[in-house]
């Protein structure tokens, strides 16, 4: 039985993540933590959620847990990583501090120094599919983005065969409101939202551009430049993105749909669908599934790519990402 | 020419209010006021909006206007009422500072002294289709609530009748979001909306219910009390009320129809149903218009009632009061 | 471990019922039928359905299944009922053919004949909290309605403990697209339902009403008649009954609580919610839930009710049966 | 006055011109007809609708019309003008049938013979802001589609520049639900939509592509091909286009901008967004406004251009068509 230990219980990563070890047979929740609601229960914030007591992340009882889930705001969650490593304590970080190696590049997009410059070249990105070979053991690791995991599981087949791509890559994404955090602000207002749909922070303008980068180059150093354009939903929950590539030279759909039926065959998470589907919303919601769909339009290749941003794009696959590291089954406590 | 001011502008009503001003082609708008936007221009806040420039209320050029529509909270709207007043300018109030005549039935459920007391019998409660008698040349108008507006709109020929009715009448209303106004809150939050449908103060607890009592006595001094129970709907605006009435003693189905169908027969905005029909939202939305629908149900009549809370329900019925006042044709800028 | 089949696989209550049983750790699931899609996939049905082949109902093999879940229209479930039984299979009909005890109510609500009045009186209605005594071994379960779920449960205390209630109890009930099934009509088209919210049938006309009204006299004999609004909402799942009584007499809101607490305090399913909390959607979506509040407005008690409509409403109170049925744990495979 | 006559009244296109004409102040409906409903009214179809009776189209009188609006279904729509036409009647045809100019191409991508290919030389495609020479006096009018609308708009200042852009341009779109037609079909349902976010026909399979390609090569005979991705948004109404474009070379933003600057500056339906600003349907729903934002991302232009399908993209265009047909003033009658 593993214990464990949740920062940030009360946004809606956090809450999600509640939900899951609460279910997951092999993890029991020691405690749960919230800087806002401390001294309340996790009821009084979600109808749905449990009689949690809500403790203040300062007086964590690291000495009684394996691992802690930190779903905190940027910077908060480094400091916190720090102290729980000092303790002994394994790390599973939701939020963008360890993602970037660079501690440059997380200044420049985070507008913050690092507060823990030390701990990032052992911090592994738990894209799980492609970290199982750094995960076991692991003491720190960094939870992908949502954007991040939805536009890299999409390409990540195209890339590892090194194929040559045209410059830019452009992945159009569309996400839910609970991406957009707990917080009541006028763009999360219900008003603002529903009957609309708005771009915003497109081109090179979000902090989830240089992590998607990053990681294409890790897996292919010619990997051209991203053109990331998100976009508010007016639904609760789920990411499409809808990414435009072309591969340089003659190139066909069905070996592309190779690389793809190849680098999935065994994945439990990932799905590819068949010639002619297109990946949607309705395919993930409420899973840790990632389904992707493969169209060609004359010498374009168009992946579709759908998650539940707050599952397989945060809190579910920081389990499958726990899973892996304390040597279970991956697939132990989520929904496929 | 009418030469109108708005105090207010910026909120869900004063922006609706603009927005049919703007159209009416007997109105010119002279100024639009905003606390919290001073300087800025209305076009700032809403996409759809012009680039009216808004002025700080207090250096409001009153010698400039006829008329001055205050979409204001509550109290703020008195203390400006009478400096209006003061300085000649009819005053067409939609908050909810002279819709009860007892100023310490306001203060019980505003929980603020009434700023003007004095001002509350000169004050025309503009339930337009019953108030016009008073509204030609008033110098007040109160603009009814938007959910009394359904609900007294719907029960208005049955208490007119003197029908003895068995107590309690109750109605079961609920309301689009715009309702609960531009302010981001946790309950506007889309996350908590949509998907979902929430009871609020219901039984005898809304501020809304001492208002339709007040006017159901001066209709019937018999009325039974009123038991009303708001719930809150995922659409950005409209309200239905589904009012049950059990009338003593025999009665059929035919003859309330008929008190229905004489009473708005010439109404050009209540609408009486056809048989078998009952209101809805998609009748009213985007209109100054009122559906009715009557049912029978052993006993019990159920009364179902649609408006559009932003526009018959606030800044729509604020024009056709003003249309009165100014002796204009009542539909005049308005839609049917 | 038991082997069941389902019958109307490809509807959304028999689609909710298949992603219980697929989880459900003592039950395999042998065959799902569809008349409309047999030879199909369900996965083609339903983009998170997994690849289950769809067979046709008539070539069921009964011999490899200890029980048969019927989510099929009215009369088509009596008739395979008697097939399954027959066969020695034990029937959980969550269709409307079994709940009503006479066959002469039933013609006159359901416009048919009954096909198998004979089974009538051995069929157990299955609100599985007061069905304890009768379900162990049953062979033939009558799953209650959707609105008939978040009625009792909501009148069941007060009705047991004989107080007497003025006539009529009013019931408002309304409920998510899901309720109207999957078949495409102008009632379920997106632009009909979206920023809308539509009453239907309400007063004394929907089916459910008999069904209310014959388990509110098998637990008081006195009970009064019932008026039953039901309304559509903008919203997939989910109910919310808003149920208006005026018991006789003098009463206090602390005495009916208690009733409540009474009844509901080890149940698994049923939460009474604190004093000035009243039940909403966001509780029940997604579970077996059942919330219930209550509220005092001077003689009128006001209960509201929520379920989700397939879940508590339809295929998790199924599936809650089933354990009861064979013994099992009455929890398990049910999200609480 | 014009005196105009509406074939295919109760789709959602035919019901958005009848409300746009109705409110006209130069316009009479002599008659609306519709094959579906012959011999019923519109408001049983349209809860908002006045009642207008619906008749034959067979039987229009056309002697009493001096144009008609054809919201039918492609081939009907030709047949029909071809009948307007012989009677001496102006067509505005909402349909695709004279959008594109070869009858080849329409053969290919609407799968039937054009049914009037003599007719394609003379009708005007009443993109009405580069339309304005050709269309006073017309015969036969062609409304542009709703997608290729926000496109065109989106791109024209571009293409009449004669930049030289690299291929391929892509435009990610999406639309509300209307434009899927009234019929209530899987696609359409409200569980189908809700909370779900859908592309379809993405790439070069939609048939808005080749009369956005025609219309692009009119402008700039050396302009690249199209990827056109459209997707289903769960809104009633509104599109939104998000097209990215590299001009080839060197290029600055502001010199782009002020392309742009140029070509709207007095256009009273379209508006260049402040620098910085991006489009969204919030800005144009219920209006005949399109909204353009321009946004550079390394050497990508990023065009957000929005519409309301119903209105600048099909009842609102046409009647801004017709007024410059009757040399009426373009504004007349339309809500910018």
């Known amino acids: 039985m593993i214990s464990a230990g949740v920062f940030g219980a009360t946004g809606y990563t956090g809450f999600e993540l509640i939900k899951i070890l609460e279910k997951h047979p092999e993890v029991e929740i020691q405690f749960a933590a919230s800087q806002s609601f401390t001294g309340q229960i996790l009821a009084n914030i979600y109808p749905k959620a449990p009689p949690l007591p809500l403790i203040d992340g300062r007086n964590?009882?690291?000495d009684q847990v394996d691992v802690v889930f930190l779903c905190l705001p940027h910077a908060a969650a480094a400091e916190t990583a720090v102290t729980a490593l000092a303790a002994g304590v394994k790390v599973i970080d939701l939020s963008a501090d360890f993602r970037l190696e660079d501690a440059?590049?997380?200044e420049e997009w985070y507008g913050k120094t690092h507060p823990a410059p030390h701990l990032l070249e052992t911090a592994v990105y738990g894209l799980t599919e492609f970290a199982r070979d750094q995960l076991p053991g692991a003491n720190l690791v960094a939870v992908p983005g949502c954007y991040?995991?939805?536009v890299l599981l999409g390409l990540r087949p195209l890339l590892a065969a090194q194929l040559p791509l045209a410059p830019p890559i452009i992945a159009?994404?569309?996400s839910g409101v609970s991406g957009a955090g707990r917080k009541a602000t006028p763009t999360t207002h219900f008003m603002n939202v529903a009957d609309n749909y708005t771009p915003y922070k497109i081109g090179r303008?979000?902090?989830?551009?240089?992590?998607?980068?990053?990681v294409m180059r890790w897996w292919n150093p010619d990997a051209p430049a991203l053109i990331f354009s998100p976009h508010l939903?007016?639904?609760?929950?789920?990411?499409?993105s809808t990414i435009y590539v072309t591969p340089q030279g003659a190139w066909d759909l069905a070996h592309i749909r190779q690389l793809y039926a190849d680098a999935y065959a065994n994945e439990p998470f990932v799905t590819l669908l068949p010639p002619?589907?297109?990946?949607s919303l309705a395919y993930v919601t409420h899973t840790n599934r990632c389904v992707i769909g493969l169209t060609q339009a004359d010498d374009t290749l168009i992946i579709t790519a759908a998650i539940d941003n707050l599952i397989k794009g945060a809190a579910g696959q920081a389990v499958q990402d726990m899973n892996v590291v304390f040597g279970?089954?991956?697939?132990?406590?989520?929904?496929g």
Chains 1, 2, 3, 4 share one sequence.
């Open 233 to 240: 939903l007016p639904v609760p929950r789920g990411i499409l």
């Open 172 to 174: 159009n994404a569309a």
């Open 276 to 279: 002619g589907k297109l990946a």
């Open 104 to 106: 440059a590049v997380y």
């Open 328 to 335: 279970l089954e991956e697939t132990v406590g989520l929904t």
């Open 205 to 214: 303008a979000h902090r989830h551009l240089p992590e998607i980068e990053q």
């Open 148 to 150: 991040p995991t939805s």
């Open 60 to 62: 964590a009882p690291y």
